[in-house]
């Protein structure tokens, strides 16, 4: 079983940057694709990104991409998220998974062993 944790949100102003990270302890991330998600309040948990298993492709939602960055060090077992230009419609709780279906997922039904979130805050 795997265990993930985020890290790295905080209140920021509109066009700020973050970084967050997903640590996984139990087992190694090396085989897996992995992906980031966000929950604002009141609203769907929705899909940011998604990185391959080795970090050599990637996709986003339309409403980050060219913002957002999703890396990954597999010698750390750690996965990032660089937001840059922040929105304050990007504030929302951020979460990441394991892609347990087929790449190419955007549903949360293709990730499993979700981190508990961290909290990022844009003020206009």
């Known amino acids: 079983q795997v265990q993930l944790v985020e890290s790295g949100g905080g209140l920021v102003q509109a066009g700020d940057s973050l970084r967050l990270s997903c640590a996984a302890s139990?087992?190694?991330?090396?085989?897996?694709?992995m992906g980031w998600f966000r929950q604002a309040p009141g609203k769907e948990r929705e899909f940011v990104a998604a990185?391959?298993?080795?970090?050599?492709?990637?996709y986003y939602a339309d409403s980050v991409r060219g913002r957002f960055t999703s890396s990954r060090n597999n010698a750390r077992n750690t996965a990032y998220l660089q937001m840059n230009n922040l929105r304050p419609e990007d504030t929302a709780v951020y979460y990441c998974?394991?892609?347990?279906?087929?790449?190419?997922?955007?549903?949360?039904?293709?990730?499993?062993?979700w981190g508990q979130g961290t909290q990022v805050t844009v003020s206009s």
């Open positions: 990185i391959s298993w080795n970090g050599g492709s990637t």
């Open positions: 998974a394991v892609m347990t279906r087929s790449w190419g997922a955007r549903g949360t039904e293709g990730f499993d062993f």
């Open positions: 139990g087992r190694t991330l090396n085989n897996y694709a």
